[in-house]
């Protein structure tokens, strides 16, 4: 299928082009390419053990060895550290959320360091999050998942990153859980937010993005605009096994 992303008069603010990636002698991504544009949200989907969340972190700088182009707004940060990525404007929000379960909802939302400017205020996050406001002096062990979640999310929002890599936000998440995560992720997206999504629960996805890009053994074998959903539900269902 014509790939979406390159319609229009968007700017792309990521571009991969032959993303390569390895887990020690075992290469996980064989030349991913895809971009996103400023202010899109773009989702990777797949069947687990894909290569979405490896290529989250090779984004990120995390893996051991990565090659191929990565690009953001406008500078190749393939040789970058993670630390250099980060101060770029990208934030990893990971599956396993990585809150800091010995401090308190306050102090996990004070920690992480402001990058550049641009970030949200406590108060406008918090004003996403309300049931964060509640919780503020609670630990982080003390929360639900989907409190824990929504933390996580909540602490890379002030820091001033503009792409927001967002790994499985719903994984485990009861389904009221997963509408109030849907009507955050539209609102950042409102408000400027650059968004990549992982995400296994395709409903989900469908419900906020604005185009797919669908991953096999480590690399993009399609690419389906948010319209062409429906028309193309059988294919989807066979690359997902739904």
Not at 169 to 178: F, K, R, S
Request: glycine residues 12%; positive net charge.
């Amino acid at each position: 299928m014509r790939d979406p992303g390159a319609a229009g008069t968007a700017q792309p603010k990521l571009v991969v082009r032959g993303l390569e990636g390895w887990y020690g002698a075992a290469q996980a991504l064989h030349g991913m390419d895809f971009e996103v544009n400023a202010g899109e949200l773009v989702t990777l989907v797949g069947r687990n053990g894909a290569g979405k969340t490896t290529t989250l972190r090779a984004l990120m700088g995390l893996l051991e060895k990565r090659a191929g182009s990565v690009s953001f707004e406008g500078r190749q940060t393939i040789r970058m550290s993670t630390r250099a990525i980060a101060r770029l404007g990208l934030a990893l929000c990971p599956e396993e959320r990585a809150i800091f379960g010995r401090l308190t909802v306050r102090e996990n939302l004070e920690l992480p360091p402001r990058i550049r400017g641009g970030g949200m205020t406590m108060d406008e996050t918090l004003d996403l999050f309300p049931r964060l406001r509640e919780r503020l002096d609670n630990g982080g062990t003390e929360l639900s998942g989907g409190e824990q979640q929504m933390l996580a999310i909540a602490r890379i929002l002030p820091t001033g990153a503009s792409l927001l890599l967002l790994d499985e936000p719903t994984e485990g998440l009861a389904p009221v859980i997963v509408q109030h995560i849907a009507r955050t992720v539209r609102t950042l997206k409102q408000r400027g937010y650059t968004i990549l999504l992982v995400e296994q629960n395709f409903g989900f996805a469908a419900s906020v993005a604005d185009r797919h890009y669908v991953v096999e053994r480590g690399r993009v074998v399609d690419r389906i605009a948010a319209a062409d959903v429906g028309p193309n539900a059988d294919v989807l269902r066979s690359y997902l096994s739904v």
